[in-house]
């Protein structure tokens, strides 16, 4: 079992930064990618960004030059740093933790919810 607690969210008016964290539990020696989702209301969960172990990163489009993902494996701990905030990215965002193996299992936060006023 993995357990994430998310940390970070709140509101910010249009162009500014947040950094969102992301803390991991259990059995994490098991766990390979890990990623950041948003889900606005009334829309599906999308990816924002992942990190795999190793440090490969990917993006959604919409976010490419403004959100940076990194992650410390010594403190198991993912990290989203947002800059240059757009009301359009207002949403719940959710952690996301993949393990590693022939049976790969899925684990998700709570979820901090990001209000970005214009």
């Known amino acids: 079992q993995v357990q994430l607690v998310e940390s970070g969210g709140g509101l910010v008016q249009a162009g500014g930064s947040l950094r969102l964290s992301c803390a991991a539990s259990?059995?994490?020696?098991?766990?390979?990618?890990m990623g950041w989702y948003h889900q606005a209301p009334g829309k599906q969960r999308e990816l924002v960004a992942s990190?795999?172990?190793?440090?490969?990163?990917n993006y959604a489009e919409s976010v490419k030059g403004r959100f940076t993902i990194s992650r410390d494996n010594a403190k198991n701990t993912v990290y989203l740093q947002m800059n240059s905030l757009k009301p359009e990215d207002t949403a719940v965002y959710f952690c996301?933790?993949?393990?590693?193996?022939?049976?790969?299992?899925?684990?998700w936060g709570q979820g901090t919810q990001v209000t970005v006023s214009s």
């Open positions: 259990g059995n994490i020696d098991s766990i390979n990618t």
């Open positions: 996301k933790a993949q393990t590693r193996g022939v049976v790969v299992w899925t684990y």
């Open positions: 990190i795999t172990r190793g440090g490969s990163t």
